[in-house]
């Protein structure tokens, strides 16, 4: 297996059926990833260690999925000049609006970039890891054009079909 070009992390194991939206993305075009949880809360050392690591360990984007106080994203995204792709989770109590907030609004200087909540975030952030890794690489640009073609075909046109 070729060594992982984006980590996936997440604050709690309960995020992972969330991530793994992300991470079938990621198979599907056939782009290496590792999993991991992480929280800025429960692991703050795991966290440091783990971003000030990722860039020398060869990672090239890092997707980071919290819910409620949603501070993994922005943290992570405070110790590394990787790309961030923060996906909010969402949580029982306020359906995901403030994992939504804490990621996205962070201060001017270290960005984050917010997907939507939940699955459809976690699906959006997959396929944006692979735009982005496609620049570099156009036997995976091919890939993804060719999955965005089998989605198109997949589209009835009329409804009943
Ligand atoms: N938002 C964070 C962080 C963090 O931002 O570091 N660590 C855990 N959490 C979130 O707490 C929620 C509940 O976690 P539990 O299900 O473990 O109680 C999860 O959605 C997790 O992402």
Partial sequence: MNPPLVGVIMGSRSDWPTLQAATAML???AIPYEARVISA???PERMVAYAKSASARG????????????HLPGMV????TLPVLGVPVES???RGQDSLYSIVQMPGGIPVATFAIGKPGAINAGLFAA?????????LAARLADWRAAQTARVPELPED
């Fill in 131 to 139: 735009s982005i890794l496609a620049l570099a690489d156009p036997a």
């Fill in 59 to 70: 990672l090239r984007i890092i997707i980071a999925g919290a819910g409620g106080a949603a």
């Fill in 41 to 43: 809360h429960r692991t």
């Fill in 92 to 94: 029982h109590a306020l």
């Fill in 27 to 29: 198979d599907d075009l």
């Fill in 77 to 80: 995204a405070s110790l590394t």
